[in-house]
């Protein structure tokens, strides 16, 4: 071996055709200036043959006797809003079955406990029960080692628990419909069921493992008629958050990060509004914002994504960690001269938060909280700042957004440890009556309810 050649094999985890660019930093910056000029989604995702809706193979499936299709009833209390083609999507309200997220379980609490409580503070009836698995997309994406058989299975495994968890109190099948937490999940379960619909032989291999499991209805496979997002529930609820609000943060300056697996995989079902962004943005998160009151600012990488891309943030963690650092956090701190950004989806949220401490080693000290768009609406509805929204659980610090909102941390931190001290005795403080998250699966005890 010479001492200017490396003959070492090189493990990336992308493959044999897998080969550097060679690019020199001139090309380099010609090759991305694109995303940098004014990108909507008329230029990307309309500028193109129109795609079919899924929903009308659908409903002729059902018709056919193959599938039987779980509705969004009157009883969820559903707002219509229009997608990419002005499409309608009925987006339920009530009655609502948290698909939660392993990724926000684990690494952000406080995006979970800042919806529940939002929900609580409406008065929104739900469901978070234990008998749920995680969508298993995360491997799939992450490592190739999944395939669209078990993907498709899970999908359907768990919306079928959906459907018929209000069994278990005395209630009828499709009671509650299911609220996807996180917009991993939420962009595989829609590419799914385009495959499930589109495809006689896949149906066939899914239905019969969902045979053996017990999670078939009347025989036939149960699909949903929407897949919803909890952005999307923020979104049709905004209105009604601003209701709650008591903190002003007309002062705040919001760089919004809008997840691709929320509005670029399946682009049609993203939700667009022509009164936010004059339509050429998705709409969630955004919307939030603007009804909260703060100042939604533009950035130039706005459609970029933070660098997470589930296989490199495996194989080639040094590209993620600078991505999020030179696209996206230092653009909203120079250019934008932002006070937060905000998200809507657990791998953007964890990426672009906990990978700004490796740029200190090499002097890209660009601090800047990332939250996401529920935590913020929670924070300015009064939820504390650390027993809900959790912020202690971020890499980015907050405290200096929190000041801005005239928000006292330092006392609601001492009020925190004295929580902590009270669960340490034993006396714990529920979101809720802990029998909404008790398991109607294998096990289930039924307790009496009032409602």
């Known amino acids: 071996m010479s001492d200017t050649t490396d003959t070492r094999e090189r493990?990336?985890?992308?493959?044999?055709?897998w080969r550097d660019s060679d690019l020199s930093s001139t090309e380099a910056r010609v090759a991305t200036a694109w995303v940098e000029q004014r990108v909507d989604r008329r230029s990307l995702l309309t500028d193109k043959d129109r795609v079919a809706d899924v929903r009308d193979a659908?409903?002729?499936?059902?018709?056919?006797?193959e599938i039987v299709v779980h509705r969004v009833a009157d009883e969820h209390e559903p707002v219509t809003v229009k997608t990419l083609y002005g499409w309608d999507k009925r987006v339920p309200t009530q009655q609502l079955w948290h698909h939660k997220s392993c990724g926000q379980c684990g690494n952000i609490p406080g995006y979970p406990a800042s919806l529940l409580w939002l929900m609580n503070k409406m008065d929104i009836r739900y469901l978070d029960e234990t008998d749920q698995t995680s969508c298993t997309a995360w491997n799939y994406h992450g490592s190739g080692i999944g395939n669209?058989?078990?993907?498709?299975?899970?999908?359907?495994?768990?919306f079928h628990q959906a459907y018929v968890s209000a069994q278990a109190e005395g209630r009828p099948a499709g009671y509650y419909y299911p609220l996807v937490h996180c917009g991993t999940s939420?962009?595989?379960y829609k590419e799914v069921r385009e495959f499930l619909i589109h495809s006689p032989e896949l149906r066939e291999?899914?239905?019969?493992?969902?045979?053996k499991l017990g999670r078939l209805v009347d025989g036939k496979l149960l699909i949903p008629e929407e897949i919803v997002h909890y952005s999307e529930w923020v979104h049709v609820m905004r209105e009604r958050i601003r209701e709650h609000q008591v903190i002003d943060c007309s002062q705040v300056r919001a760089t919004i990060h809008p997840a691709c697996h929320v509005y670029k995989m399946v682009p049609q079902d993203a939700i667009y509004d022509d009164d936010i962004l004059e339509g050429n943005r998705v709409a969630v998160s955004t919307g939030i914002m603007q009804a909260l009151g703060t100042q939604v600012i533009d950035y130039k990488t706005w459609y970029d994504c933070c660098g997470f891309g589930f296989r490199h943030i495996i194989s080639e963690r040094e590209f993620t960690r600078s991505f999020a650092i030179d696209r996206k956090v230092r653009v909203a701190v120079e250019d934008a001269r932002a006070d937060v950004m905000i998200g809507h989806d657990?791998?953007?949220?964890?990426?672009?938060d906990k990978n700004q401490w490796i740029g200190k080693a090499v002097g890209k000290d660009y601090s800047l909280p990332i939250l996401a768009d529920v935590q913020f609406a929670a924070l300015v509805c009064g939820a504390h700042p650390f027993k809900i929204v959790q912020s202690h659980w971020h890499a980015s610090a907050v405290e200096d957004l929190m000041e801005k909102l005239g928000i006292d941390w330092r006392q609601a931190k001492v009020e925190f440890e004295a929580y902590l001290e009270d669960i340490k005795q034993g006396a714990p403080e529920n979101l809720y009556d802990p029998r909404r998250r008790i398991t109607s699966g294998p096990g289930f005890k039924k307790l009496e309810t009032s409602a």
């Not at 058989?149 to 359907?156: I, R």
């Not at 291999?205 to 045979?211: A, E, N, R």
């Open 148 to 158: 669209l058989e078990s993907l498709a299975a899970v999908f359907l495994r768990n």
């Open 58 to 65: 659908m409903w002729e499936l059902e018709r056919d006797g």
């Open 186 to 188: 939420f962009g595989n």
């Open 346 to 352: 657990t791998g953007c949220i964890t990426t672009l």
């Open 11 to 17: 493990f990336t985890g992308h493959g044999a055709e």
């Open 205 to 211: 291999k899914v239905k019969k493992i969902l045979g």
